[in-house]
Every structure is written in structure tokens, then in C-alpha cells.
């Protein structure tokens, strides 16, 4: 039945600059899971001021939060420790992502999986699988029933890892046709053409995911890219003839406007200038950089004017170690100020609603709080914790406020998140 929302409404448009925030506000859902309406509470319309309410008091009410970049197999290894990239995802990622391949294990893992994103207010993501079909097919079964937009793929890996996680070419492209057939556009969900990265998918593979691109309609290609120096060392050894490990990934047709590349920690010039031309998204994933000494990725850098590279932002759990956006938020902010980049609370609220549902090309459905769209809607208590309401009382403007749940929140602000609609989280007072 029609249901109101009440509370401080933000919303943003396409630039940081251009956003709505009503003080006293409402959002109105429809019966179908879509809003309907939202506003001023006080010019809410006749129709509907009969309807029930949720009211959320001084809360903020957002566009429920978008991971670009997450894996869902990884969901329990949140500080698993590493020497690097390669040696973590040797002695821990390959072995954990092995159990994948039981489908009962990954039915009652993606369940799991799916509740701590809406714990943390997050309502659409981009997600890695495992190489293995039943962890795709695991995660669309468990997201359908929650009506989430969850976007993922089989994960293609045939070189360089174990026997239990490597798939073939053959096998990578009839397993992901037949997952998209099956599931892409089902309801709210996508599938992703997902080649892991190129050190463990030969060319022969690389060359199939370029196939599929062409031959799979609307869907996109998510891959890792330029996340470490020994990554970085590791491709110019297998790929000594391409001039860069962005190159790479162009000699078999993979950037493109609907590719989107985790990292991007180190890129040159040529690289950025390339991937600018072909208007490929790179997904900045603060935490997992941090967490195994991957670098800091520049934001300034990647977005100079002459060439920028469109941004996205992501959790990358279990290389994360937040579930949370709002903490990510906050890894980003410090991550930027180390590399000489300031964003705003603007830039980074923006990002990681309306922006990442741009470039994940959801923004017929979500990202903002506009008539039509789903109503994937997360509530944030600005003084959720003892800590936060002391800073609130300092603030001054509603940079002021967002500034400081982005450096200070985490799952503690979520008091609320609704997915089409239906509220699948409250947190207990």
C-alpha cells in the first residue's frame, strides 16, 4: 500500500551543485515499490495525506547507497592479512572462493552476503562472483527475493590459480550466455561480463570476453586494473609486446563505456588519456588500497580537465575492510588529502549515489529520489553515536553535517533502508 517517508529528503541531480534538500520532507511510495512524490511535507499532496507514515524525524532520507565495486565471495575475509595483492589473493582469496562451487554453501553465504549490504544502507551493487556458476546463480536467486539491483557475472579465470577456481574459455563464455539468459533483466537484475583480471585469464580468454560484450546485449564488463606495482610488473611480463596493462585490455575491445575497472592505483598518462577517449569508469576503492599498501589513487589525477576518467566508487570487500559507504566515504576523503586532491561531502554523497548509478547505467531506476524511480531509500541518523551528536552541534551547514558522517559514521548511522519500497532494515534503538 502507499506509504509516506518523513525526514530531512536530500537528493542530488547530475553535478554536486545540483541537489534538493527539504528540511522537513517526504517521499511517497507507491504500491508498486516506486516513488511517487517527494517534497516539502507540508505541500504534500491530498491524495496521499491519508496514507501511513514512517516518520524519520530530523534523519536524513537518501538514495539508498551504490557499491561499483564488491565481491561477493569474499563477504567473511574482511582482514585477512597479506603480503600483497598477489600474495593475499594466493593464501587467502583462491582457497575461500574453492568453497563457491557448492551451491548450498553459496545459497546460504549470499544471504548473508545481501543482508549486510542493507544493514549499511546499501541497495545496489556491482559484485564479483566466483568462477563457478552456482555462486552466480546463488546471488541472483537471493537478490531477486529482496528486489535489489544487483548486477554480477561469472568469474572468468583459467591461468595462474587453482585447479578448483579456473575455469576455460569455452566454459567462461557458455556459463555466462547461459546465466545471462537466464537471469539479465529478470526483474531488477543485470548480469556482468566478468573476467577477473588479465594475469589470471589468458588471451584467449581476454579475446572471448571482448566476444561477449558484442554478442550479449546492454550487458557490462567489470575487471581489476593497475590495483599494485607487482600486478603492474606481473602483466608486463605475460604481455610484453602491449604498451601498458590498459593496453592490454584495448587490443581485445574491453573499454569501452560500459567497462568499468577496478583501482586504477597506477596509471599513466597514455593509460588515462585512453581510458577518457573510450569513456571507461574506473571504480576508486579506498580501503582495499589502504589495507594491502596498494597506493593511493588520485582523484586529481585522473580527473585532470584535458583528459578526465569518469569515477566510481567502491567497497571492495574482502580486500575492503568496511562494508560500510559512509566509512568509505571517509577512507576516500583521507586517501585523496595524502595524494593532494580535497572532495567535498557534496562530491562524495553524490558519488556514491547518483554518480555510481550513472555509471552503472541505473539511472532510469535509481541514484535520486525522483518520481518513477525505485524507492531504494536509506535513513542516516546524523547523531546516531554519542560521538557523532557532539559533532553535529558544531556544525554549521549541511556540508557541515555530511562532512562529518562521512568520516565518523558507519552501520550505527543506518537507521533505516528500503528496497523498492519495503523496509528490510531498522536498527533497534
Known sequence: ???????????????????????QGAVVIGDDGRILWRGARRALPEAWRAAPVDDYDDCLILPGFIDAHIHFP???????PGKDLLDWLNRFTFPEESRYGDAAYAAAAAEKFLDRLVT?????????????KSCAEALFAAAGTRRMAIMT????????????????????????????QKWHRRDRLRYVVSP????????????????????????????????????????RALYPNDKDYTDVYDRFGLLSDRSLFAHGVHLSERECARLSETGSIV??????????????????????????VRLALGTDVGGGTSYSMLATLGAAYKVQMLA?????AFELFHLATRGNAERLRLTDEVGSLDDGKWADIVVIDPKATDVLASRQELSQSLEDMLFALAILGDDRAIRATYVAGRKLHERSE
Do not use: W
Not at 219 to 234: K, P, Y
Open 74 to 80: 569474499q563477504y567473511r575475509m574482511l582482514a585477512a
Open 283 to 308: 571504480a576508486h576503492c579506498p580501503t582495499s588500497n589502504m589495507f594491502l599498501g596498494s597506493g593511493l589513487m588520485s582523484m586529481g589525477h585522473l580527473g585532470k580537465p584535458e583528459r578526465p
Open 340 to 344: 593532494g586532491y580535497r572532495p567535498t
Open 196 to 235: 577477473r583480471f588479465a594475469v589470471t585469464s589468458s588471451e584467449a580468454q581476454l579475446r572471448v570476453a571482448g566476444e561477449l560484450m558484442q554478442s550479449l546485449p546492454d550487458t557490462l564488463m567489470q575487471t581489476h586494473l593497475s590495483e599494485s606495482t607487482g600486478e603492474v610488473a606481473r602483466i
Open 120 to 132: 549499511n544502507g546499501t541497495t545496489s551493487a556491482m559484485v564479483f562472483s566466483s568462477v563457478h
Open 153 to 180: 557475472g561469472k568469474t572468468m579465470m583459467d591461468r595462474d590459480v587453482p585447479q578448483a577456481v579456473r575455469d576455460t574459455p569455452e566454459a567462461g563464455a557458455r556459463d555466462s550466455e547461459a546465466l545471462y
Open 1 to 23: 500500500m502507499t506509504r509516506i517517508v518523513t525526514g530531512a529528503v536530500l537528493t542530488f541531480g547530475a553535478t554536486t551543485a545540483d541537489y534538493l534538500h527539504e528540511p
